[in-house]
């Protein structure tokens, strides 16, 4: 098994190179980047403020990192302005040397392939640089919104599981049954539901919308959290959670209830199940001390997979929705204002625990079932 891990990490280093080529080429190729908007954001200005700009080297589009340039930059820039022009859209009638310090602040003075190396270099030691709106590392504000998705993929999947899992269990004992018939109609309602619609009608229900106002619309925690006591804090905390992950829980559960079930009525059905019923045994005992194991085989290595696609997909609307400073709703706004540093280093993140979670998936396989062998195969 050290072997195939080993060989599982290894083979994670090509696939991020290949991701973060892919997607360097398609966002480098897609128009209003950080220059554009610069330039756009200076159109919106008087002469006076562009003429501060021109001087001040970009202070208030590029986040206060003008102190990179000295000025023998800003003469190299001037030297080359002229051809710099007519690559933006809107940069008609702006100071060339404005744009070359622009693209200068932005690292587009350098070529693409130059650019995408350097991103690769720093990106192998965990160095995302810094964002371009906000003064701040990226790895600073990963760790900050950090918290905020992790409560909302952790508690989702656990609550998901822990209802799905004693349903599909019933559901395949109950097969055919009122009980099965009724419970799918509910499952098949509840998935049909997106969770962002489904969020938005618990906003107007229970969150000062048009009827009651029993759970805050915004944040993770009330503002005066840190001076509670620390019952209070777990009770804040998970009541500013509650309408969330109920919207997340609510269509989120039901592929996994029929995969529970699915799996279950394979099961039941194979010569061993007869055979333990054949000898006498309960049929408590049949389904949780022999079927059990097998049939969660898929259902239990799945789930590192399930957190991971909850914590960084599913959660992005349901953080714009109940304001959740989350890392979706990180990397929407960098995708937005065309924040790079973000975007890429974000998109290192979740490509990384992708590979990772796949593999514990794969660990968790042989760990239920220790005759599966990978190392062979």
Same mark, same amino acid.
């Given at each position: 098994?050290?072997?195939?891990?080993?060989?599982?990490?290894?083979?994670?280093?090509?696939?991020?190179?290949?991701?973060?080529?892919?997607?360097?080429?398609?966002?480098?190729?897609?128009?209003?980047?950080?220059?554009?908007?610069?330039?756009?954001?200076?159109?919106?200005?008087?002469?006076?403020?562009?003429?501060?700009?021109?001087?001040?080297?970009?202070?208030?589009?590029?986040?206060?990192?003008?102190?990179?340039?000295?000025?023998?930059?800003?003469?190299?820039?001037?030297?080359?302005?002229?051809?710099?022009?007519?690559?933006?859209?809107?940069?008609?009638?702006?100071?060339?040397?404005?744009?070359?310090?622009?693209?200068?602040?932005?690292?587009?003075?350098?070529?693409?392939?130059?650019?995408?190396?350097?991103?690769?270099?720093?990106?192998?030691?965990?160095?995302?640089?810094?964002?371009?709106?906000?003064?701040?590392?990226?790895?600073?504000?990963?760790?900050?919104?950090?918290?905020?998705?992790?409560?909302?993929?952790?508690?989702?999947?656990?609550?998901?599981?822990?209802?799905?899992?004693?349903?599909?269990?019933?559901?395949?004992?109950?097969?055919?049954? %009122?009980?099965?018939?009724? +419970?799918?109609? #509910?499952?098949?309602?509840?998935?049909?539901?997106? /969770? !962002? @619609?489904?969020? =938005?009608?618990?906003?107007?229900?229970?969150?000062?919308?048009?009827?009651?106002?029993?759970?805050?619309?915004?944040?993770?925690?009330?503002?005066?959290?840190?001076?509670?006591?620390?019952?209070?804090?777990?009770?804040?905390?998970?009541?500013?959670?509650?309408?969330?992950? %109920?919207?997340?829980?609510? +269509?989120?559960? #039901?592929?996994?209830?029929?995969?529970?079930?699915? /799996? !279950? @009525?394979?099961? =039941?059905?194979?010569?061993?199940?007869?055979?333990?019923?054949?000898?006498?045994?309960?049929?408590?005992?049949?389904?949780?001390?022999?079927?059990?194991?097998?049939?969660?085989?898929?259902?239990?290595?799945?789930?590192?997979?399930?957190?991971?696609?909850?914590?960084?997909?599913?959660?992005?609307?349901?953080?714009?929705?109940?304001?959740?400073?989350?890392?979706?709703?990180?990397? !929407?706004?960098?995708?937005?204002?065309?924040?790079?540093?973000?975007?890429?280093?974000?998109?290192?993140?979740?490509?990384?625990?992708?590979?990772?979670?796949?593999?514990?998936?794969?660990?968790?396989?042989?760990?239920?079932?220790?005759?599966?062998?990978?190392?062979?195969?």
């Amino acid at each position: 098994m050290r072997a195939y891990i080993l060989k599982r990490l290894l083979l994670m280093i090509p696939t991020l190179l290949g991701v973060m080529t892919l997607n360097f080429i398609i966002v480098q190729a897609a128009p209003g980047g950080p220059v554009e908007q610069s330039i756009a954001r200076i159109r919106g200005l008087d002469s006076d403020a562009t003429a501060r700009f021109s001087s001040a080297g970009a202070n208030e589009a590029g986040g206060g990192q003008v102190n990179r340039f000295d000025k023998t930059g800003v003469k190299d820039a001037a030297g080359v302005a002229s051809s710099t022009v007519g690559k933006y859209r809107g940069a008609q009638g702006i100071d060339p040397e404005l744009i070359a310090r622009l693209e200068k602040m932005y690292g587009f003075d350098k070529p693409p392939l130059t650019r995408f190396l350097d991103m690769v270099k720093h990106y192998a030691t965990f160095d995302f640089g810094t964002s371009f709106y906000r003064d701040e590392s990226v790895v600073n504000l990963v760790l900050e919104k950090l918290p905020v998705s992790i409560s909302l993929g952790l508690w989702t999947t656990l609550i998901s599981y822990l209802v799905s899992i004693p349903l599909g269990i019933r559901k395949a004992v109950k097969d055919g049954s %009122a009980f099965d018939i009724w +419970s799918s109609a #509910a499952i098949i309602f509840g998935y049909a539901i997106p /969770s !962002f @619609l489904f969020a =938005i009608l618990l906003v107007v229900l229970f969150a000062g919308g048009s009827f009651w106002h029993m759970f805050p619309l915004r944040g993770l925690v009330a503002d005066n959290w840190h001076d509670l006591p620390w019952p209070a804090r777990i009770g804040d905390y998970f009541w500013h959670l509650a309408l969330p992950i %109920a919207a997340m829980v609510t +269509s989120g559960f #039901a592929t996994l209830t029929m995969l529970t079930k699915n /799996s !279950f @009525l394979e099961e =039941i059905r194979k010569q061993y199940v007869v055979t333990a019923r054949a000898k006498g045994l309960p049929e408590r005992r049949v389904l949780y001390g022999h079927v059990f194991r097998n049939a969660m085989l898929i259902v239990i290595s799945g789930f590192p997979a399930a957190f991971l696609s909850i914590l960084f997909t599913s959660a992005l609307l349901i953080e714009v929705i109940f304001s959740l400073d989350g890392l979706g709703y990180l990397g !929407f706004n960098a995708v937005v204002s065309r924040d790079y540093p973000v975007m890429f280093g974000t998109l290192y993140c979740f490509t990384l625990l992708g590979l990772l979670t796949t593999l514990i998936g794969d660990i968790l396989y042989v760990l239920i079932d220790p005759r599966i062998d990978f190392e062979r195969r």
